[in-house]
Structures are given as C-alpha cells and as structure tokens.
C-alpha cells in the first residue's frame, strides 16, 4: 500500500515556556488558543486580577512584539521553538502606583519590573535617588536592620545600584554598604508590601520611568529624533536625551492620532495648534507604536471614571488585607520571635523545660554564692587589714548572690512571656 497519499498527523497541542519577574513556568496549549486564552491561564495561576497592565512579549527579529489577544497563538510571528518562549510583563505603567496597584502580586511584579530597569539603567536614576531605593529594596528582602544580625558584608551579594553610579564616585562596597544600611535601619516597621510601594513611589517620579522609546524622524529626510510613549501622552526627544523632551502631546489634548504605512499624524484637540506628523521605518515597530497608544489612551480615560464593581470589591478586599498583615507583622516584630521556627507544641515544652532547669541551675549557684558569704563571714579575721579584705570579698559575694538571683528570675520570666506570646501570636495571626 503506497503511503504518499497519507498526510501527516497534525499534533492537537503546543509548549509554552512563560517566564515572570521571579518565576518560570509551562503550559500545554491546544492548537486553537488564541493569546487570550493563554494569557488567562497565566493570569489564573499566578492569582493577578490586574490583567489590563500586562501582557505577553515575545521577540521576533531583534525586535519586541506582544502578544495579540485576538489572534490564534500559532498564526502570529511567535517564535518556532518549542517551547515557545514568552515574557510576562508591564506593558503599561500606572499614572499613580498607589492609587491604581491594589493586588499585592501587582505591586511586587512592578517593583521587580522597575528595579531590575534601574539596575539594568534602562530608567536613569541619580545616585542619591539610587541609595534610598537601594534601602527600600533591602527592607524588602531582609526585614527590620538588627545590628546584630546584620553585621558588615551582609549586602555583598546582593546587586543594589546601577554601575554608572558605582563607577561614578571612588568608593568601596563597603562604603556604599554603610551609606544604604544608614538609611535602611530607618525604615523599621515597614512591612514588605510597604518597602516596595515606597520603592515605587519615588520611581514613579525618575523621567525614563514608564517610557518605552522609538527612533522617528519628523520627516523622511530629517535627523533622527525619539518618540516617548507613556500613561500621560505622547513626547518628542533629542537622540541624545531621554530626560526631558521637546515637545509633549498629553492624551487628554489629542484629538486623534492617524497611522498610515510609515507615516503618523498628531491632530491636537485644539484646532488651532498645528498637527504633528512623524515617520518610523519600521512596519513591526509602528504597529507596536500603535499598540501603545491605544492602550496608554484607553486606561488613562478609564482612570477618569468610576471604578467599576470588580475594582472596588479588589480595593475593599485589598484595604482589609492589608490591615491584618500590619497588625500581625507589628506583634511579630514587638515579640522578637521567628514564628516560623515555631510550629510545634512539642518544641515549646521542650523550651518550658529547658528554661525550668536554667532557672533551678542559677538558683542553685545563688544558694551557694549565699553560703560562701556566710561562711567568710563566720571566719573573718579579727587583724584590722585581713578584716577589711575580708568585707570586701562579702560585699563582692552578696553583690553576685543578688544578681544570680536576679538573673535567675529574669531569664525564666522571660523565657515564658516569649512562649506564651508565641501561643498568642498562633492564635490572633494565623501562624502555623
């Protein structure tokens, strides 16, 4: 039987390999998904409700694409490997973080997103500005400073600050480390949802923040210039600075915006103002361009409406949340105890126990401190100089007997407040 007439069994699914701000996973697709349903999934198993931020990205020609929510996976430019590689990311920044950033894995994958930018000096950032975010990062990652714990070195693994700025001044790690822990041991209290939102509050503020950049010329045959897209509008900058641009077009004073092949056009609500047309080369990257403008445009009109039903409930819940976790991170932190190193009755005898016969150990030392006092004091010598040594090494017993004593009661008074705060703590938090 000739085999040329059969076809080839086409395979019903496909392997995604999707990678977060901190996390890597796969997916097994069916052939007939599009870029919704794919991004719905990732949405569902990393518990984001914030989905109008983000997107899928993937790299087609050394250029980046996102991934169209509308379209069948496999009938758009996508990478042929297997699996398909994507990144999930911000597409599109908040105007105000904490105001728009309610979920706290939103918050978190914007805070990785915009270090690692930072880091990375895709956003520029003074070396001031650089430190004091450095400090929040670490509050972050390690919790309240304790000198005793965080002794000199601790932060020598961890990357903090852009290399301009490491290279801009003569100065060691440790310098740079004792500058940043000077302002971390400030932050005490502050929790880590805290630390990040502080972190992009003040990131929110640099002028490369949220900005995605392309090459344009304002006609064919004119010098390059650079096209700023962000939540505010749309901004025109020399090639050589992305800091502050020429000419900005904010979304609520355009008109519209017409895209044709390589041209576009900036009409401006005011109709005496002139339009603005500028040329990109590039088909994939107009088409980015266009992306961008819409979906800055879209949530910067919705932010001028009321939140709707699902957006208040996430707030109301976000609110209540929030308030639960601060009370029990402030009873953690005034208890000193790892809670986490606590979970079992069984251990907490233990430790009852063991503060027992610490307690009967110093008490113990205190009676025998006691009768030695006693019994120099029977056999003092009656020679004036023997006598007066001899007062002193009473006085010298009494003292230690007196603080054998105390210590004894302190250590074992302690030792029980700590374990019966920890029962509390179980109790009222929620730990295991």
Request: glycine letters at 4%; hydrophobic letters at 40%.
């Amino acid at each position: 039987m000739s085999i040329l007439g059969l076809k080839k069994k086409q395979p019903k699914t496909f392997k995604v390999k999707v990678i977060t701000m901190d996390a890597e996973m796969e997916f097994s697709c069916e052939v007939k998904w599009k870029g919704k349903d794919l991004f719905d999934l990732v949405c569902r198993t990393i518990g984001l409700r914030e989905t109008w931020f983000f997107g899928l990205r993937y790299t087609v020609k050394d250029t980046h694409a996102w991934l169209k929510p509308d379209k069948r996976v496999l009938d758009q430019e996508v990478p042929k490997d297997s699996p398909i590689t994507f990144h999930f990311l911000a597409k599109f920044f908040p105007e105000k973080v904490e105001e728009e950033l309610v979920q706290e894995i939103t918050q978190h994958l914007f805070f990785l997103q915009v270090k690692k930018q930072i880091l990375d000096e895709e956003i520029f950032c003074s070396p001031e500005a650089s430190v004091l975010l450095a400090s929040y990062a670490v509050q972050a990652k390690y919790g309240d400073y304790d000198p005793n714990f965080h002794k000199p070195g601790f932060l020598a693994q961890d990357e903090l600050l852009p290399k301009r700025v490491l290279m801009q001044y003569q100065m060691t790690p440790e310098m740079w480390e004792e500058k940043i822990t000077a302002w971390y041991a400030e932050h005490r209290n502050i929790a880590r949802d805290e630390a990040e939102m502080e972190y992009l509050k003040i990131a929110q503020d640099l002028d490369m923040y949220g900005v995605s950049y392309f090459p344009i010329t304002q006609n064919k045959r004119d010098k390059e210039l650079l096209l700023g897209v962000d939540a505010q509008g749309l901004h025109i900058y020399s090639p050589n600075s992305k800091l502050n641009p020429n000419k900005s077009f904010p979304w609520s004073g355009i008109r519209n915006i017409s895209y044709s092949e390589k041209e576009f056009t900036i009409k401006p609500l005011d109709k005496k103002k002139d339009v603005f047309k500028f040329y990109s080369s590039q088909l994939r990257v107009n088409k980015l361009i266009l992306q961008l403008c819409i979906g800055n445009h879209d949530l910067f009109m919705r932010r001028r409406k009321v939140d709707s039903i699902e957006v208040q409930q996430m707030k109301a819940q976000a609110k209540e949340e929030k308030a639960r976790k601060k009370v029990c991170y402030k009873k953690s932190q005034n208890l000193h105890i790892d809670t986490s190193m606590v979970t079992h009755s069984d251990l907490l005898a233990e430790k009852a126990q063991i503060a027992e016969e610490e307690a009967k150990l110093l008490a113990h030392k205190a009676a025998e401190a006691e009768q030695e006092r006693q019994r120099l004091e029977v056999t003092a010598l009656k020679t004036k100089e023997e006598h007066r040594l001899m007062e002193q090494k009473m006085r010298e017993a009494e003292q230690l007997a007196v603080k054998l004593v105390e210590q004894s009661e302190r250590r074992f008074e302690f030792r029980m407040s700590s374990i019966i705060g920890v029962f509390l703590t179980q109790g009222v938090c929620g730990y295991e």
